[in-house]
């Protein structure tokens, strides 16, 4: 199966700074198959990216996904203070689909 | 709108079996598959299987063989999700999850989730 690893484990940053986070996966991803979801403390998680840069519908432009093969990234361009979550990346390219172990966002 | 309602909380006790469930609106249930995914306290997300609502296919990931069975009724378009043989490690959040494919992909992203399921397995 597919190994997802993301880093920082924590990221710790003011509002309005920017925020990126990443995602290697230990085999390339196929068609760019990946998906980024914030999951906010008791809510669901909630659908950023998928395609590896194509922001759900609703979501904000400050989200934005980069990446193809084995590297990727979501970007927080202005952090605000409703952006305190853990984001996970998930890989749809190949079974069993994987999600990273999360990047817990934290706002100073 | 796209909702999926899943039952309420559960506590059971180890050995005994939880069966949690989805009931989706706002679009064709037997159109996309439905996919549980749970979150151990403090764990981040782990996925657990899927289903194809229209024909009743499941595919479930290798830990879980032969303690989960996932059904469906739909007409009343609910899915549900047995899993059986419970241990304090199978205590988590479950969550419902609604796959989107595109035409073509074998997998897809999951662009609805259910509010999820607190199952607490403790004697």
């Known amino acids: 199966e597919i190994v997802l690893t993301q880093s920082p484990g924590t990221l710790s940053l003011s509002p309005g700074e920017r925020a990126t986070l990443s995602c290697r996966a230990s085999q390339s991803v196929r068609s760019s198959y990946l998906a980024w979801y914030q999951h906010k403390p008791g809510q669901a998680p909630r659908l950023l990216i998928h395609g590896a840069s194509t922001r759900a519908t609703g979501i904000p432009d400050r989200f934005s996904g980069s990446g193809s093969g084995t590297d990727f990234t979501l970007t927080i361009s202005r952090l605000e203070p409703e952006d305190l979550a853990v984001y996970y990346c998930?890989?749809?390219?190949?079974?069993?689909?994987?999600f990273g172990q999360g990047t817990k966002v934290e706002i100073k | 709108q796209v909702q999926l309602v899943q039952s309420g909380a559960e506590v059971k006790e180890p050995g005994a079996s939880v069966k949690v469930s989805c009931k989706a609106s706002g679009y064709t249930f037997t159109n996309y598959n439905i996919n549980w995914v749970r979150q151990a306290p403090g764990q981040g997300l782990e996925w657990v299987g899927w289903m194809n609502p229209d024909t009743g296919k499941t595919g479930y990931a290798e830990k879980f063989q032969g303690r989960v069975t996932m059904t469906r009724y739909t007409s009343i378009r609910t899915a549900h999700m047995e899993l059986s043989s419970l241990t304090s490690e199978d205590t988590a959040m479950y969550y419902c999850a609604r796959e989107f494919r595109i035409t073509g992909a074998r997998l897809g992203w999951f662009d609805a989730w259910g509010p999820g399921t607190l199952v607490t397995v403790s004697s």
């Open positions: 998930q890989q749809y390219g190949a079974a069993p689909r994987t």
